[in-house]
Nanobody, 128 residues
Framework: QVQLVESGGGLVQAGGSLRLSCAASGSIADINAWAWFRQAPGKLRELVAVILSGGFTNYVDSVKGRFTISRDNSANMVYLQMDSLKPEDTAVYYC??????????????????????WGQGTQVTVSL
């Protein structure tokens, strides 16, 4: 089992920055990939960024060049640095992890239901 706890959400003006943190505990050595998802009201949960155990990262087009996913293995932390935030980035952001290997995880195409572990989410609100 893996436990994930997010923090760092809040209210920020458009153009501003936030850094989300995800503290991981449990059997994290078995995890193949870590990801950040987001879900806005009335919308489906969408993947934002993924980082594989070997360090490979990928992003959805809407955040490329603005968001950076990273991992501190020594501290068992996963981060999402969000810069140049836009109102459309407003959502609840979730940290997730997948133990089973799926090739689709590299291209950000793996369905959310394949991710085995989830945090409780943290709200990010971007105002004009």
């Amino acid at each position: 089992q893996v436990q994930l706890v997010e923090s760092g959400g809040g209210l920020v003006q458009a153009g501003g920055s936030l850094r989300l943190s995800c503290a991981a505990s449990g059997s994290i050595a078995d995890i193949n990939a870590w990801a950040w998802f987001r879900q806005a009201p009335g919308k489906l949960r969408e993947l934002v960024a993924v980082i594989l155990s070997g360090g490979f990262t990928n992003y959805v087009d809407s955040v490329k060049g603005r968001f950076t996913i990273s991992r501190d293995n020594s501290a068992n932390m996963v981060y999402l640095q969000m810069d140049s935030l836009k109102p459309e980035d407003t959502a609840v952001y979730y940290c997730a992890a997948v133990q089973t290997w799926f090739s689709l995880v590299r291209t950000c195409e793996l369905s959310p239901d394949k991710y085995e572990y989830w945090g409780q989410g943290t709200q990010v609100t971007v105002s004009l």
